[in-house]
């Protein structure tokens, strides 16, 4: 079973940037470059809504319309590691986010439309006007 640890949240002003890490731990049957992992937010009095994904090999990455040009996916399979790098954030980011690994090896960058995957226990992201 893989366990998701999120860090890097924080307070900040509008128009500001802060990068989350997610790492990755556990036993699991496969290696951690087989399974693209992906971003989640959840605002207050909100659903959990998709951020942005990326593949096993870091090739390809998916963003949510509002997130595109701002922020940036990437993931360092050497030490289990994904990151979103957030650019220009604005008081509407503000939300928990969300570490998550598709169950799945080999998934592409939609994984996360038919499978729940794992989570971890999130980060808080705060952006003040």
């Known amino acids: 079973q893989v366990q998701l640890e999120e860090s890097g949240g924080a307070l900040v002003q509008a128009g500001e940037s802060l990068r989350l890490s997610c790492a990755a731990s556990?036993?699991?049957?496969?290696?951690?470059?087989?399974?693209?992992m992906g971003w989640f937010r959840q605002a207050p009095g909100k659903e959990r809504e998709f951020v942005a994904s990326?593949?096993?090999?870091?090739?390809?990455?998916h963003y949510e319309d509002s997130v595109k040009g701002r922020f940036t996916i990437s993931r360092d399979n050497a030490q289990n590691a994904v990151y979103l790098q957030m650019n220009r954030l604005r008081p509407e980011d503000t939300a928990v986010y969300y570490c998550?690994?598709?169950?799945?090896?080999?998934?592409?960058?939609?994984?996360?439309?038919?499978?729940?995957?794992?989570w971890g226990q999130g980060t808080q992201v705060t952006v003040s006007s």
């Open positions: 998550n690994r598709d169950s799945r090896p080999f998934s592409g960058v939609y994984y996360y439309r038919d499978t729940e995957g794992s």
């Open positions: 556990g036993r699991t049957f496969s290696p951690f470059n087989y399974y693209a």
């Open positions: 990326i593949t096993g090999s870091g090739l390809t990455t």
